[in-house]
Structures are given as C-alpha cells and as structure tokens.
C-alpha cells in the first residue's frame, strides 16, 4: 500500500497562510491522484482539493476555492496544499489521500490514508 505522512499542521490566525504537506513512500507516487480532505469534530469528513498524477488537472471545495492550493513534487514524492486567508471554519484535521488515478479527477477513488495533521485557525 501506499504510505503517506502529513505534517505542517499548526495553530494560526484567522487571515493567516499556512501550507501543509504529505510525504508519500515507494517511487510509484507520479502515478496515483491525490487529495486533501478535512474533518472537523462533529463534522463528516469532506473533501478539499485534488490533483491528478501529473498536476495538470486540480479540483476544490467550493467553500475553499480561491484560497487552497493544491500542488505536488514528484521528485519529492510530497503534494502540498498551500492554504491562505484562513477562517476559523477551516479548523479541522487535514487528511491526504491517493488513488489510482482515473478520468475525470472527480471519479477518483481514494484508498490510501494518512494519520492527519490538525489545522486551528483561531479568531
């Protein structure tokens, strides 16, 4: 299975910018679509952002749209989401997925799992 490790969460101001990343294992990364979701406590887990194997094609949230970008480092083997004027609203643990990746983006399957990374915006 595919690996993957999030990290750069933090606490932060409203109107703050903060970029989080995910680290993935094993040379097969180019190749799987990748997402951002989110679960904020109480809340169903929901999706953020994706990107497709090789970054040309991105999908978001309407209510982050504007604001989140998705972005990824094959050479890294890392994807990034770069999240600027920040809301209390997007308080939650930040979660970065993988699937095989399909056509359109919106039909991607996602089967891999990091632990999360918790983002709290304070007002």
């Known amino acids: 299975q595919v690996q993957l490790v999030e990290s750069g969460g933090r606490l932060v101001q409203a109107g703050g910018s903060l970029r989080i990343s995910c680290a993935a294992s094993?040379?097969?990364?180019?190749?799987?679509?990748m997402g951002w979701f989110r679960q904020a406590p109480g809340k169903e887990r929901e999706f953020v952002a994706a990107i497709n194997w090789n970054g040309g094609t991105t999908n978001y949230a309407d209510s982050v749209k504007g604001r989140f970008t998705i972005s990824r480092d094959n050479a890294k083997n890392t994807v990034y989401l770069q999240m600027n004027s920040l809301k209390p609203g997007d308080t939650a643990v930040y979660y970065c997925?993988?699937?095989?990746?399909?056509?359109?983006?919106?039909?991607?399957?996602?089967?891999?799992w990091g632990q999360g990374t918790q983002v709290t915006v304070s007002s």
């Open positions: 997925a993988a699937g095989v990746n399909t056509v359109p983006i919106g039909t991607v399957r996602f089967d891999y």
């Open positions: 094993g040379r097969t990364f180019s190749s799987y679509a």
